[in-house]
């Protein structure tokens, strides 16, 4: 039976996606969970794997094309197979489409002639691919000032990166600050977009709590040694599994909120803020709740590895449900993390520090760290908050609790 491949959804607010390139042409035999094609994403190129087993029959999205979530981008079926149907259902996309103008890209049109190529004026119609429009979307560059040098003329991606618009005149007594415009890549757009949503429509508040680590890191300087060869568990895994477990207990922080109800996720998917040289992703190491110590630290340290491969899955991507971001390394003191839609928190991790602190009503060198959750306080309140993180500082200051 054919099965239709559809451009995948990797992520809840993406909405269109690029095939990058297919990694099995027409006429090949592809297997259930085998990479067939690359999808380039605002974040990230992504695998994409099949969901079934047969002859891969017909690409209906070539590669560099643009097209919506759920548009049907190849078919795949056994090779005497009817396909005829699903072919003639959609037109195949083996060329950058043009669009009409809408009333936002030709507003400045109005007053001035059409640019002299990458439109054509007896239409009104500009030749733009799909990701030229975003971008000059995202960038308010007017299309009607950019000449294409694509085919026929068409505006590509690299035109609108490289257009310079005129600047106006300064007067003489203007001070020159010699400015020079650096592109947004895709992925620094992605991060502004998501943090712009994030802060405007999630009202944050913040609760910070100190962690004495000193126990956990004598945990973990034993327990290295005694695992096989390769397998080391960090600080950030302690913090992952405590995290885990406080879920357990408070539900209410692996939920997002949706307009009159809230969403409760059975399933623990931890985001772990990843910094690569492009900008910054969240990749999900799923099922966390049922996950041990020592497989977090072989389950993260992998994710790293491939996310800095470029080799994430697409499902990588999806389903965070709660996240993590550790600066300790950077030897910083403590941050506020944003909430990475659509989730209700994220907690942000700072150094372990040695710091005078009295115990017993003596003073010892304590190693301390300060940890800062991030709340949406439309799904919790400032106590639960505060009921969490202590919570998660019981478990990292009792850490043999962490192998349960």
Known sequence: MATTVDMPQMGFDMKEGTVAKWRKQEGEQVSRGEVIAEIETDKAVVEMEAYASGTLRKIMVHENNAVPVGTLIAIIADPDEDISSLETSQQAFTTVEDKPLTSMESSAATTQESAS?????????????????????????????????????????????????????????TINVDQKEMPLSKMRQAIANKTIKSTREAPHFYVTSQVDMGKAMDFRRELNPTLPDGVRVSVNDLIIKACALAISKYPNFNASYRGDKLLLNSRVNIGIAIALSEGLIIAGLSDCQDRDLVNVAKASRDLIDRANGGTLKAEEYEGVTFAISNLGMFDVESFSAII????????????????????????????????????????????????????VKRLLESPKSLMD
Not at 135 to 163: C, H, Q, W, Y
């Open 117 to 173: 190529q990458g439109r054509d004026s007896s239409t009104s119609v500009i030749k733009a691919s799909p990701i030229a429009r975003r971008l000059a979307k995202e960038m308010n560059v007017d299309l009607t000032l950019v000449n294409g040098t694509g085919p026929g003329g068409r505006i590509t991606e690299a035109d609108v990166k490289s257009f310079q618009p005129e600047s106006p005149r300064q007067d003489d007594s």
């Open 340 to 391: 990475y839609p659509p989730n209700a928190a994220v907690v942000a991790i700072g150094s372990v520090i040695e710091q005078p602190a009295v115990k017993a009503g003596e003073i010892v060198v304590a190693r301390l760290m300060k940890m800062t959750i991030s709340l949406d306080h439309r799904v919790v309140d400032g106590a639960e908050g505060a009921k969490f993180l202590q919570e």
